[in-house]
């Protein structure tokens, strides 16, 4: 009896993490692909996108600031009059940005003041209203899951994340560390025979076979990467093995980085944040270029659930904040353009003399993105993020 309910266990989690019915894995593709990037922690967006004009900036943050665009490699890229970006992107997305394909939209983010790292992602997740009460099982992802026709959605996650969570079946697993699945195939046939004949016999068969085609899909890259060919460390082979199942399986997705919550000595050109963006920068490159013509027809967007202190702490770090940076990526993004409404920065503009204010609700920036690239209805986009007015910030 142990045994077979350690196997109901397992057969039970395969259902729940990689789960997808046949009409997911057989529905005609969306051409469009979105893939969304949540980056788990806040981070200082006044780091990633550098208000270079501010002196205020400069006063508030003496030992983590970055340096005004110059002839120097740690001083920040220039991108308009008011902002830089961080110089260790200058390989990896300046090129992007530079060419059309790479937008940022500052003071971004929701209204929840929690500043709570679990509240807030929930409260971004979920996509509802913060005035009415929450169902926590319906995200916004999975809400526009339901309304595109033949979409295939998947999330590249440990677990299924909340946003994903809904009525649309939709499939998870983690791209971090490929290697012999937990259940080999003896054990996913008896697994299977248990579940035969019973409503759950269905979901059980189709989690393995999800299983399966990721490793079957993924089998060449990694014989490659087992003879050094490609490093497995970082985002960037994460990046490029979501980007392989992008191309031709899957056109909506979700992946979660973590890592930014940047307390203690978050450095400024260097250090600890730098090789976070580093990381983050390479991984998106490498995406758009895995993808090959499929960029053309590609949406990134990167979200933090909050930005962090404008002012630095007593730790050479700053501490959760309230306003954040999005970025859009793609290859149809009206891109080089900071997008949205704005603020000069001192300290009179702070919101509660702390932190960037949020003058761009995410609920209505996605909600105006997400119209122009699938020509949604006001009734479908309303479905999506109820009682948000779509902001066309005209970024596609």
């Known amino acids: 009896m142990q045994r077979r309910d350690a196997l109901v266990n397992i057969a039970s989690m395969a259902a729940l993490s990689l789960t997808a019915s046949t009409r997911l894995l057989a529905a005609t593709h ?4 979105l893939l969304v990037v949540f980056l788990r922690g806040g981070y200082d967006a006044c780091s990633l996108l550098v208000p270079v004009s501010s002196n205020y900036y400069y006063a508030s943050r003496p030992d983590i600031s970055i ?3 110059s002839a120097e490699l740690t001083s920040a890229l220039p991108l308009t009059a008011d902002w830089g970006l961080h110089p260790v992107l ?17 003071f971004a983010g929701t209204h929840n003041l929690s500043r ?22 319906s995200g916004f992802m999975n809400r526009l899951a339901t309304v ?20 649309a079946p939709v499939p998870n697993t983690t791209l971090r ?40 899909e ?32 899957y056109n909506l997705g979700f992946v979660d980085v973590g890592g930014w919550d940047t ?77 949205g409404e704005q603020v000069r920065i001192e300290q009179a503009s702070l919101f509660q003399n702390r932190d960037f204010p949020v003058l761009n609700d995410y609920r209505e920036v996605l909600g105006g993105l997400l119209q122009r690239q699938y020509g949604l209805s006001a009734s479908q986009l309303d479905s999506i993020f109820p009682g948000a007015t779509p902001r066309d910030l005209r970024l596609l």
């Open 30 to 33: 969306v051409k469009s692909r």
């Open 67 to 69: 340096a005004k665009p």
């Open 90 to 106: 200058r390989e990896s997305l300046f090129p992007y940005y530079q060419k059309g394909e790479l937008a940022f939209v500052p």
């Open 116 to 137: 709570s790292h679990f509240e807030t992602q929930d409260s971004m997740e979920l996509g509802q209203a913060l005035d009415g009460p929450k169902n926590y099982r």
């Open 148 to 167: 595109l026709s033949g979409s295939t959605p998947m999330a590249f996650t440990d677990r299924l994340p909340l946003t994903l969570q809904g009525s």
């Open 177 to 216: 560390s490929l290697s012999k699945p937990s259940v080999d195939a003896r054990q996913s046939n008896i697994i299977s025979s248990m579940y035969q004949g019973t409503p759950m016999a269905a979901q059980v068969s189709d989690g393995f076979h999800v299983r399966d085609d990721v490793m079957r």
């Open 218 to 249: 993924m089998s060449t890259e990694m014989d490659a990467a087992n003879r050094n060919a490609i490093s497995a460390k970082g985002f960037e082979l994460e990046a490029r093995r979501i980007a392989k199942l992008m191309k031709d399986r």
């Open 263 to 339: 307390h203690i000595n978050q450095g400024a050109a260097t250090g600890y944040l730098a090789s976070r963006f580093n990381e983050l920068g390479s991984g998106l490159a490498a995406y758009a270029q895995e993808l090959g013509p499929a960029w053309r027809d590609t949406t990134v967007v990167v979200m933090s659930e909050f930005g962090r202190t404008f002012r630095q702490n007593g730790n050479r770090g700053t501490d959760h904040g309230h306003g954040s940076v999005f970025w859009i990526m793609g290859g149809s993004v009206s891109g080089h353009q900071i997008a």
